[in-house]
């Protein structure tokens, strides 16, 4: 829900308050007005509102000015979609308030997060599917959990992760965590990050890292629960923008965030030279880099299949968008990460592109130095001239 404040005075129009909502989420508007306002929503300035859209009601408000009398009108839709866009206005008048609704395209195009982490792995968009911002995440769970016992259970890195022992633990006796075969109390990595609550029955890791995956368990009065602690794997390069001179040797290291680490596929669109909303777009999951001759993968430095692409000599065909991706099809039941996939526009440089600046200062160097010696000429001509003319006359006399 969207609570905007009172508009201004009578004196000024309202502003135009933007409120973004992810495609297929409910949409609820909701504005404060005036005492002497009467709620009526129109869309663009019609009062022909799309049928998805649903007048609340009014009611007093909560909000600024609700202490003065002012009722809250408010605006709903079961589901956002691109034709609810556009510019709303609470009431008439001058005053009224304005709300621009930006309905932002399903971030699942690219990847559908599990909705439990127990599913099997999500298999990759068609070829045709848009590849978004690497900047634009999806929403991550604020805290992880809840697989059955003898199940893989995934988490996000930096997010909280929790298991929960369903052993019944007998009189006097504890629920007794190990990493590992480990208690967890000596496992260092983890030792200042994880609680214990509800009797011990529920173990709570904080702000999770690569180094939390491994095999957990309960133990009480001889009984015990394992769990496989996986962190979902996603991808990063340096930069959304590289560059290479043409001619030169080009290496893009792949980062793999998550553990365990899975082979890293690469993807490449050569229509495009600069990265702007419509890179990610238009760069499509089904054109797989090819590779042989000066193109080729290999494994990084970290150990990562294919995490290195090296290009040998680049030349000028080779830019274009290149975006490397988790192989999810050897993951057996690995799930997919929310966050979505790494991009990088490569501009190829001109061997002599550093060169011309150079010549094109030294051009004007010599212009410049020419017009100076041409001036000089023409400025010592009449001097000796008239020194020629003074030397006749003190003959004469």
């Not at 009014?58 to 600024?64: F, I, K, M, V, Y």
């Not at 599990?114 to 298999?123: F, G, I, K, M």
């Not at 006796?173 to 075969?181: D, Y």
């Not at 061997?351 to 212009?367: D, K, N, S, T």
């Amino acid at each position: 829900m969207v609570e905007t404040p009172p508009g201004p005075g009578p004196e000024e129009e309202g502003p135009v308050i933007e409120v973004v909502v992810p495609e297929g989420a409910p949409l609820e508007l909701a504005c404060v007005l005036r005492v002497e306002q009467r709620a009526e929503w129109r869309r663009e300035g019609s009062a022909a509102l799309p049928a998805a859209l649903q007048v609340a009601g009014e009611s007093a408000g909560a909000g600024a000015g609700a202490g003065s009398g002012g009722l809250t009108a408010r605006l709903r839709a079961a589901a956002a979609t691109r034709e609810l866009q556009g510019v709303y206005s609470c009431a008439r008048g001058p005053q009224a308030q304005r709300l621009r609704v930006v309905v932002k395209p399903r971030p699942a195009a690219y990847v559908t997060v599990a909705a439990a982490a127990t599913e099997p792995a999500t298999t990759l968009a068609p070829a045709g599917a848009p590849l978004l911002r690497q900047s634009e995440v999806l929403p991550v769970r604020a805290e992880s959990g809840g697989a059955p016992p003898g199940t893989p259970q995934y988490y996000d890195v930096g997010r909280n992760t929790s298991m929960t022992c369903s052993i019944p633990a007998a009189s006097g006796q504890q629920i007794v965590w190990e990493k590992n075969n480990t208690v967890l109390a000596n496992v260092k990595e983890i030792k200042d990050r994880y609680k214990l609550e509800s009797d011990n029955a529920r173990l709570v890791i904080s702000r999770s890292v690569e180094e939390d995956y491994g095999n957990y368990s309960c133990k009480a009065g001889g009984e015990a629960q394992h769990w496989q602690l996986r962190a979902r794997v996603y991808t990063k390069l340096p930069s959304t923008d590289s560059s290479v001179v043409d001619g030169q040797k080009l290496k893009l290291v792949c980062k793999m965030i998550g553990k365990p680490a899975l082979p890293v596929k690469w993807f490449y669109n050569k229509d495009h030279t600069s990265y702007d909303e419509e890179v990610v777009k238009d760069l499509q999951l089904g054109v797989e880099l090819e590779t042989g001759g000066r193109i080729k993968l290999e494994n990084s430095d970290a150990g990562i299949e294919n995490g290195q692409l090296v290009i040998e000599a680049a030349e000028r065909a080779d830019a274009g968008a290149y975006a490397c991706i988790p192989d999810f099809s050897a993951a057996g039941n690995h799930t997919q990460s929310p966050h979505l996939p790494a991009v990088t526009v490569l501009r190829v440089k001109d061997m002599y592109a550093a060169l011309w600046p150079f010549l094109g200062i030294c051009a004007e160097v010599l212009v410049l130095c020419a017009i100076i010696l041409v001036y000089e000429k023409r400025r010592t001509k009449p001097e000796l001239d008239d020194s020629d003319t003074d030397n006749h006359d003190q003959k004469k006399s």
